[in-house]
């Protein structure tokens, strides 16, 4: 049994190239900005709202740690919200792709 933070859990550990990593999620760092999976009545507003169409949005690739992360599947619109100095937020809308 590997110690973490509290010694009475064990650490979850998963093999890579004959070492043992510590698990964690992307989500949980700082530098990463929130992805939500929209539903498909959010994207039909969002893509009215717009008038565009979903090929015309900005790509992300399935292969991305963190659309793995969220369950994202080819085809699903994410919502990207990060942190603005100026906006407070930022949105950004991303459709998802294989790769």
Same mark, same amino acid.
């Given at each position: =049994? /590997?110690?973490?933070? &509290?010694?009475?859990?064990?650490?979850?550990?998963?093999?890579? +190239?004959? &070492?043992?990593?510590?698990?964690?999620? %992307?989500?949980? !760092?700082? =530098? %990463?900005?929130? !992805?939500? /999976?929209?539903?498909? +009545?959010?994207?039909?507003?969002?893509? @009215?709202?717009? &008038? =565009?169409?979903? +090929?015309?949005?900005?790509?992300?690739?399935?292969? #991305?740690? %963190?659309?793995?992360?969220? &369950? @994202?599947?080819?085809?699903?619109?994410?919502? %990207? /919200?990060? #942190?603005?100095?100026?906006? +407070?937020?930022?949105?950004?809308?991303?459709? /998802?792709?294989?790769?």
């Amino acid at each position: =049994m /590997v110690e973490g933070s &509290n010694p009475s859990e064990p650490v979850k550990l998963f093999p890579s +190239g004959g &070492n043992y990593l510590k698990k964690f999620s %992307v989500l949980d !760092h700082e =530098m %990463v900005p929130e !992805h939500i /999976v929209l539903s498909e +009545g959010e994207v039909k507003t969002l893509l @009215a709202k717009y &008038n =565009m169409a979903k +090929g015309q949005l900005p790509k992300i690739k399935t292969s #991305d740690p %963190v659309c793995r992360e969220i &369950n @994202a599947k080819a085809g699903d619109v994410v919502k %990207v /919200v990060r #942190d603005s100095p100026i906006a +407070g937020k930022a949105v950004a809308y991303r459709l /998802v792709i294989e790769g």
